[in-house]
Nanobody
């Protein structure tokens, strides 16, 4: 079972940037598609972006052009660069292994991102 630790969240003004990190505890990270998800207050968790082991990426329409997902397989680390942040990006952000658009591993504690208007 891969354990995931997210970090890098915080409070930022609209238009600002944050970079999230996710460290996985096992080597299996390097062979899997990984992704970011988020859950806003009162809403269901939603998929944000994914990256394959080979570096191919895909994004939700709501973040396309503003967020960039990347990975460092040598460090078992996943990143999410978030630019031009909007108040509607406010959520707890999680990383996970991805299969068919769903997170399939155990969820970590997430990292809170709050964007003020």
């Amino acid at each position: 079972q891969v354990q995931l630790v997210e970090s890098g969240g915080g409070l930022v003004q609209a238009g600002g940037s944050l970079r999230l990190s996710c460290v996985a505890s096992e080597n299996s990270f390097s062979g899997n598609t990984m992704g970011w998800f988020r859950q806003a207050p009162g809403k269901q968790r939603e998929w944000v972006a994914s990256i394959t082991s080979g570096g191919n990426t895909i994004y939700a329409d709501s973040v396309k052009g503003r967020f960039t997902i990347s990975r460092d397989n040598a460090k078992n680390t996943l990143y999410l660069q978030m630019n031009s942040l909007k108040p509607e990006d406010t959520a707890v952000y999680y990383c996970n292994k991805v299969l068919l658009g769903l997170g399939i591993g155990a969820w970590g504690q997430g990292t809170q991102v709050t964007v003020s208007s």
